[in-house]
Every structure is written in C-alpha cells, then in structure tokens.
C-alpha cells in the first residue's frame, strides 16, 4: 500500500525513474545467463505488456529469429518463432526503417496477419534494439488504450538494455565449455564439453557424437522425460530444465540436471538445442515413497495457502510418477476450479480446458465431465490406463494413461488431483499407495488452506480500507509512504502511518505498531489510527494527543498494546515537537548529508500504563532536511538487532537522494528483511515561500470588549498595509466576538491570518457548540443576524473544533468582498 505525493522529476516520471534504476542494476551483471530475461521482465513491470520478446537475424540474414521471450504464451497473440526480414510484419518494418512502430487494435485489424490471431483488442509495439540493425523487441498490451506515452519511454529503455547472448548455433568443431552442450534437432549430432563426458563416464576419443550414445548411458526410467526434450516435435522455443540418472559402473546411478534451450533456425534450417549440464548428486537422494509421502507430509504442514498446497503436491508426485502432466482444483458447489497446473501453459492442455481459461486458471461444471463426476462421488482414486474410454476433456489429459485423486476432508470432497501421461505408463503397486496416501493428506490440507485463504482475504480487504488510500499534499513539504506485508506466514499485522494536515499550517506525521499479526491486531491499527487522527483534529497539542490515545486503548479491555511516534511539524517556523509512545525515533537526513537519530524521550506504550507521561522533545528543521519514520519490521531481524538496524537506515539515508523520495522509499524497502511487515513514512521539509502574516488578542469580558477587538483588528491590518474592505472585516470581527461572547462562557482567543489577498478572522471560544445560521427571521427579532452578515460580507466560513472548544472562521479576499464591491 504505497502512497507517493509530488514525487518525480521534471520532464520525466516516477515510472520511468523506477524502470531506469531496475534496468541500471541488471545490465550491471553482464555475464549473468539470465540477465536478457530479466531485461525482458522489466517490460512487464513498468510498460504493462502481457507479452515481449526479441528477435535477432538468423545466421543467413534472412529471418529474425525469437531468442527470448517472457510473460503470456506468445501462441496467444499469433507470434511467431522467426520473420523474413523483407517481410510486412511489424518486427521487420521497425528493424528496417530503425524506427519504433506502435499499432493499436484497430491498425492490427487491417492487416493480413492479424487475421490468424485469436486474441483481441490488443496493442502491439516493434522497437529496434541495436543501430547496426542486430534485431528488435517486440511488445503486447492487452489494455484497450494499448501503449501510453510512459509505457513507450519505458519500452525504449528496455529495448536500449537488451544486449544479445552469444550465437546459440555452434559451429561444428568449435570449442564449448566443459558443461555445455549444442545439439542439431534434425540429425541428433551433438557437440558437448569435456565436464559432460566425464559425468557420463566416457573419454572424449571414444565419444561418436551421437545423442544415443548419450541416452542409452541413462536409467530407462528417465528416457521419457529426457526424449521430450531431444526430440523436436516435444520442444517449444524458449528454456526446458529437468533431472535425469545416468548408470554407474558401481553404486547407485548419479543425478545430472539438464538446462536447455530450443532455439529456432529458422526457415528451411534445422533447430538446435543448446544448453547445460551439471552434477545434481549433492541435491538429490534416492528415497522411497514412504520418504516421499513423510516429506510430503511435512511440506503441507507448513503449507499456508491454497497456491502452496498445490505446489506441494506438484513437488511430492509429478516427478517420482515421471508425469506429464499434474493438475490440483477445487470443488466449489459444482464447479472445479484449477489452483494449480503442471505445466502452466494453456497449449499442454486440451482445448476444452483453454476455452474456459478465463482469468489465470480454467474452470469448469462438474457435469461436463461425467466419469470424473462419478469419481468424486465414490471418494477413492480412480486410475485409467492407455485407450480407455474417456470423454474428450480428460482423455487429453492423459493419452498414455490418467489418475484422479479425489480430495477428501472430513466428510466432504475438497476437490480433485488429476495426474496424465502421455506414452503407456503402468501403473505399480507402490505408485497407487503413495496416491492414495497422497490423496488423503492433500485434502485436509487444502481445507485448512481454503479456510486461511478466506480469513486473509478478509483482513487484507479491512487493513486496505484502513490504511490512507493516498496522502495530501502539504505547504512546503513532499510526503511519501510505503506499507509492505510480511511474508512469514501471510499474517496481516498493525502497522499503521498517517499524515493530518492541522490549522496554522501544521502537519502531524504519525506513525505506529499494533502487537501481534491477526485480523484483531488490524482492527485495533484502525481505531488507534482513526483515534489519533481525531484527537489531533481537535487541536490538542502531541502530548495530550498521545495520552488520549492511551487511555482510549486501556478502557478498550484488550489484550493487545501499540506503539507510536507522533511528530507535529510547523510548516511555517521549520520547528516540531515529537512524542514516542514505546516507539522507534525519527532519523533526520540533514540537507548536507549527515543523519541524526533524533534523541526524543519516550514513554510506555500504548494501553500498558494508564497514567503515563509522554513528554515533547523538540527537533529544528532546516529546508532540505528528510524526516524518516518507520516500524521495527524495516531495522530489526534475526541478524542484526534495533540499534544496529537504525545505524544501517541512517548510513543508507545519508547515502540517498532527497530529491525523489519515493526512489529513496523503494530503496530502503528492497532489503527489508519481510520477517514482519514494514510502515514508512518520509517527509522532505522545504520551507514555506510564502509565510502569513498573524496576529493574536485574547478578548476579555469587559464592557468595551467587542470595541478593543475591533480597534486591534484595524491597527494590525493598518501595520500589514491593509485599506481595502476595513469596513467589512471590521464587522464581521464584531459579530464573531459579540457571538463568542454572549453564547459561551470562558476564554475567547481572536486570532487574524494574512496570506497574499485572503484575509481570515477566527475567534475560538470553550463551547463544543456550532452556531445555527437561521432559515428565516421575522421583523420582530432581536437577534439571529450576526450569522447572515457573517455569510454576506466573508468569501467563506466554517468552523473547526479545538482543545476544548470551538473555532469559528471567516475568509475575506480583500479587493473582491461585497463590500469592497
């Protein structure tokens, strides 16, 4: 919940900043294999674009060839793996003319190739990466509105980051490095480092270069998911990783992992496969399926929510099962609906399942799959080998063989895990105990996830509707903060920050920390939060401000206590007065770069102590000087302690640019530690360029005492230069003091403002009570007009509690009053 007020700077914005300094901090590793992903990534975050690749020429100079793609499957845009370079197609107009081309939908329309798109109302964007004409980016929005003017700055940083990977084709007789390999898709001939054939165990003068001879070193367990990855038909452009065995001449076999990449050729020219591979042993035992189910077990047990049952269980089953597909769904009413796929693209899933993909996962009534309907009714797995009779959306499923787990959980279903193959698999004895193990603890653990599921996203609905949704905009100062949610278990905490802008050009900063992580610690965040907020509004000073807080929170009864900072800055003096209620102190950055930890006394926290103090300690602003508030969860963690923690932020603080705070806030929080959730709160104090003008007279209860008020009125606005509309200002102080006067008891305080032409008179007196500006009056009334002419002669009025009381204002923009008229 990250709010940014008037951050950014001239000529560019906070987005374009943002994507800058990420793109900065990857082009920085030059040699990283997943720096040009990363690059790509980058698209996705700051321009909006579902899809983004790029292409190079191929080796002819013929076809842009696609190296590396990220987001949705491109096959959902009608994209390509490779383009003529003479051809129409927008990868190949941009890299010819070296100039961007932008299409909207309905540019895309009007040519021919749209025509075989399924997807619609998208943008699509082509960028040159290089001026030597090396390749292009290509970019998909789904937004009706398609690329807005930052979206494209941001696409040409990204296109400008791109750097291409060396040439994925080797050349035949080239050197590779010891654990890479290159193999020809068409003829199975493959170059592969010295460090492969070691782990094969063959030396490099009896190696023939044939794929086989590789594969036939491999347990045969392993062949199938080895030969979706050597053989073309399987492959799609883009990274495949996997663990296979290779045999021993003595033990048991050593794991290898595979990392590889499909890269086009592009037409009339075979694929090639290039890649990777290592040693896994060290990752990797062989263990049994009773060690299986055990840590299975043990994986849900820790499993929070519905997303981490799945995984669990993706994890635990697909690769002992050697499956090749997995799905997990649950059962709502009628309906299942998929939580996890395995793989997560739509084009390894029948066509039925992707014409009901409608957001991330597909759904789909129970009724339109009747052998499966029946299966969850009996409760106990079903397994259907290669050719049995199934409807057409589970026979896609597994065409060499299907099992479906039903999920229960007391006495009801939960939902189902349905787990193919795609060549004949035979079904062991052990295989259907560790699914029927399986089955059983995955049900009550996705009970239990559902149900936290539910509560999570009820707390984070309230806490969102408590936290500010954005922050106001403040005289002589620039405000930003940041909420991030803890990770450890997905608990909410009560973290909270606020910024209340006061009368007299005050700003109060708060900032605090409610025990515990529960939805009754993020309802007690907004009373306390709501609480604070009032009290300050009514004009109480910060130490009284705090204490009402802490006595509202002690006649609450609860078991929880907070912590608070409250700072009340006075945005004209450059001054501010702090209170700590068991909370952490402001760090100021001062404008030459030192930082001070503010030496603020502090007392108990909130709703410990009825009767405590909480003094005021004062703090000195100079403009340019950055107050930072935050929670413990930003300065403490397992590794460092509070006070080493607010060293760090201060070193850090130092070493930032005030200028854009909210590049500062994202900077602080990108190494928070997440063990808790984190509250920031940065100010930068500027100064007032313009001061007002005030004056102050407290009105005695004298005879005379509305005459002295009016004589004070005009020998201030006589010393301020004020001529225009003395008259009106004159009587309405008259009727404001005369009201103060007859209709309340107590003190009565006249204060006068002059900022540039607007002139406000405000008289405060002890009574709660606002005044009523009557419907009508008769002739015969002795009073009720003091209001109406107030309402006459002012721009506007209104009144405003304070400590105690009540203060009733009127504006009058001098020059421009009825009376002056």
């Keep these: 919940m990250a709010n940014v007020v008037g951050e950014g700077a001239a000529g560019r914005s906070t987005r374009t900043l943002r994507a800058e300094s990420a793109l900065r901090t990857i082009t920085v590793d030059q ?252 990752l990797r035992s062989d263990i049994t399926d009773v060690a299986r189910v055990q840590r299975l077990a043990a994986a849900l047990a820790t499993a929070v929510t519905v997303r981490d049952v799945g995984k669990a269980v993706v994890a635990a089953l697909r690769r002992p099962l050697r499956a090749d597909r997995i799905a997990l769904a649950e059962l709502e009413s009628d309906r299942l609906v998929v939580t996890v796929l395995d793989p997560p693209e739509p084009e390894a899933w029948p066509e039925l399942w992707r014409a009901e993909w409608r957001t991330e996962w597909p759904d789909a009534p129970v009724r339109t799959m009747p052998t ?114 803890s990770t450890a278990g997905l608990e909410l905490g009560g973290d909270w920050y606020d910024v209340i802008p006061l009368p007299d050009n005050h700003v109060a900063l708060v900032i605090g920390d409610v025990q515990g992580h529960s939805a009754g610690a993020a309802t007690l965040m907004g009373q306390m939060r709501t ?20 006595r509202l929170l002690m006649d609450m009864e609860t078991d929880l206590f907070a912590t608070c900072a409250y700072v009340d800055v006075d945005m004209e003096e450059g001054s501010a007065w702090c209170v700590r209620a068991g909370h952490l102190p402001p760090v100021l950055r001062h404008p030459d770069g030192g930082t001070d930890i503010a030496e603020a006394e502090g007392g ?74 984190v509250a920031l709160l940065l100010m930068r104090y500027d100064g007032m360029a313009l001061r007002p003008l005030r004056e102050s007279w407290t009105v005695w209860r004298v005879p005379q005492a509305v005459g002295h008020a009016r004589r004070f009125t005009r020998r201030t606005l006589r010393s301020w230069g004020v001529t225009e509309d003395l008259d009106a200002a004159l009587l309405v102080v008259s009727e404001l003091v005369t009201n103060a006067l007859v209709h309340t008891d107590g003190r009565v305080r006249l204060d006068i403002t002059l900022v540039n032409d607007r002139l406000r008179l405000a008289v405060a007196d002890a009574s709660p009570r606002t005044p009523v500006k009557p419907t009508s009056i008769g002739w015969e009334a002795t009073g009720g007009r003091g209001i109406l002419l107030v309402e006459a002669l002012s721009a506007t009025w209104g009144t405003v509690p304070v400590s105690g009381g009540k203060q009733v204002w009127a504006e009058i923009v001098l020059g421009r009053s009825p009376a002056g008229r």
Aim: glycine content about 10%.
């Design 604 to 677: 108990p926290p909130l709703g410990v102590v009825r009767q405590a103090d909480f003094p005021m300690s004062p703090l000195r602003l100079q403009p340019g000087t950055m107050v930072a508030l935050t929670t413990d969860g930003l300065v403490e963690s397992h590794e460092a302690d509070i006070d080493e923690g607010m060293r760090r932020l201060a070193e850090r603080l130092s070493a930032s640019d005030p200028a854009h705070l909210g590049l500062v806030a994202d900077a602080l929080l990108g190494n928070a530690p997440r063990s808790d959730d």
């Design 31 to 282: 040699e990283s294999p997943e720096r040009l992903r990363r690059v790509l990534e980058q698209a996705l975050v700051f321009a909006g674009a579902a899809f983004v690749a790029v292409y190079t020429r191929g080796e002819d100079g013929e076809l842009l060839c696609l190296v590396e793609s990220a987001g949705a499957p491109g096959s959902l845009y009608g994209v390509r793996d490779s383009y003529p370079v003479a051809g129409r197609s927008p990868v190949a107009e941009a890299l010819r003319r070296g100039q961007p081309v932008w299409l909207g939908a309905k540019e895309l329309s009007e040519r021919a190739q749209s025509r075989r798109i399924p997807a619609q109302n998208f943008a699509l964007a082509a960028l040159p990466v290089r001026d030597d004409g090396g390749g292009c980016l290509l970019a998909v929005s789904e937004r009706p509105d398609g690329f807005d003017a930052d979206d494209r700055v941001c696409l040409r940083l990204v296109a400008d980051a791109v750097a291409f990977p060396a040439p994925a084709a080797t050349p035949d007789g080239a050197e590779l490095p010891p654990g890479a390999f290159s193999l020809a898709m068409d003829t199975g001939r493959v170059a592969v480092g010295d460090g492969i054939l070691e782990l094969f165990g063959l030396d490099p003068d009896d190696f023939d270069g044939r794929v086989e001879t590789l594969l036939s070193l491999t347990v045969p367990e392993d062949l199938p998911s080895l030969m979706s990855v050597v053989e073309a038909d399987h492959m799609s452009i883009g990274e495949r990783e996997l663990e296979f065995r290779v045999l021993q001449p003595a033990g048991p076999p050593k794991w290898l992992r595979l990392r590889g990449r499909l890269v086009s050729g592009g037409e009339g020219r075979p694929a090639r496969l290039v890649g990777s591979v290592a040693d896994a042993s060290t």
């Design 531 to 550: 609480a604070l907020r009032a009290y300050a509004v009514e004009g109480h000073p910060p130490d009284v401000v705090v204490s009402h807080a802490n």
């Design 372 to 485: 499966l309907a029946a299966a969850l009714r009996e409760g106990r797995a079903r397994i259907w080998p290669a050719g049995s009779p199934l409807e057409t959306a589970l026979a896609e499923v597994g065409p060499g063989g299907l099992a479906m787990l039903p999920l229960p959980a007391g006495n009801r279903m939960a939902g189902a895990c349905l787990i193919g193959w795609d060549t004949p698999h035979e079904f062991g004895a052990d295989e259907r105990a560790l699914l029927t193990a399986a089955a059983g603890l995955a049900g009550q653990a996705l009970m239990r996830a559902r149900a936290f599921d539910a509560e999570h996203e009820l707390v984070g609905m309230l806490q969102r509707q408590l936290l500010p949704r954005r922050l106001p905009r403040l005289p002589g100062a620039v405000a930003v903060a940041r909420y991030l949610p």
